[in-house]
T-cell receptor
Framework: EAQVTQNPRYLITVTGKKLTVTCSQN?????MSWYRQDPGLGLRQIYY???????DKGDVPEGYKVSRKEKRNFPLILESPSPNQTSLYFC????????????FGQGTRLTVV | QQQVKQSPQSLIVQKGGISIINCAYENTAFDYFPWYQQFPGKGPALLIAIRPDVSEKKEGRFTISFNKSAKQFSLHIMDSQPGDSATYFC????????????FGPGTRLSVLP
């Protein structure tokens, strides 16, 4: 089954404790991205990657890092999480020439206390 | 950040009625306008999309109307069903490398049985 898998689905952590949210896709997509979803703000792009070792900032990159060492994986790293990063996070992937047809993961609900 | 405005924030419709959600964008370089549907606990899923070279696109009960001069587009759901109850996001973006997608804030649709 074609899918984008995020882990964990739910995470509660404390301020300053480094964490990683994993994202994996099995569709051989070149393009992957991370979004955060907040009430009234819709989905805002954090980082995106056009292919292996090619990453770039989205609209709200502050406080986040990403890496793309393999085509299928695109982890999101919060080096020092803060409460304003409490949000619902989505990973998405697509073919590079069809970036508009994105497949989203199930989401990761992160709470930073 | 280029904005996409979306209204209404929430919508209640009787079964069999027509649901209408409106969006407006600013960037005239955008050339792709998708709508995503999101059920609780799930990631957004591409529902229907339109390019600015046509004024209307229909897929089953879902129709996008596009007004290029007004920089507006809307989603019409005909014969709305309780199973259509979800949050709907409009988005706007470009197919060129580096162009990010911008999402509207979302509309929560409830279809009453």
């Amino acid at each position: 089954e074609a899918q984008v898998t995020q882990n964990p689905r739910y995470l509660i952590t404390v301020t300053g404790k480094k964490l990683t949210v994993t994202c994996s896709q099995n569709m051989n997509h070149e393009y992957m991205s991370w979004y955060r979803q907040d009430p009234g703000l819709g989905l805002r792009q954090i980082y995106y990657s056009m292919n292996v070792e090619v990453t770039d900032k989205g609209d709200v990159p502050e406080g986040y890092k990403v890496s793309r060492k393999e085509k299928r994986n695109f982890p999101l790293i919060l080096e020092s999480p803060s409460p304003n990063q409490t949000s619902l996070y989505f990973c998405a992937s697509s073919f590079a020439d069809r970036r508009t047809e994105a497949f989203f993961g199930q989401g990761t609900r992160l709470t930073v206390v | 950040q280029q904005q996409v405005k979306q209204s209404p924030q929430s919508l209640i419709v009787q079964k069999g009625g027509i649901s209408i959600i409106n969006c407006a964008y600013e960037n005239t370089a955008f050339d792709y306008f998708p709508w995503y549907q999101q059920f609780p606990g799930k990631g957004p899923a591409l529902l229907i999309a339109i390019r600015p070279d046509v004024s209307e696109k229909k897929e089953g009960r879902f129709t996008i109307s596009f007004n290029k001069s007004a920089k507006q587009f809307s989603l019409h759901i005909m014969d709305s069903q309780p199973g259509d109850s979800a949050t709907y996001f409009c988005a706007a973006g470009g197919s060129n490398y580096g162009q990010n997608f911008v999402f509207g804030p979302g509309t929560r649709l409830s279809v009453l049985p």
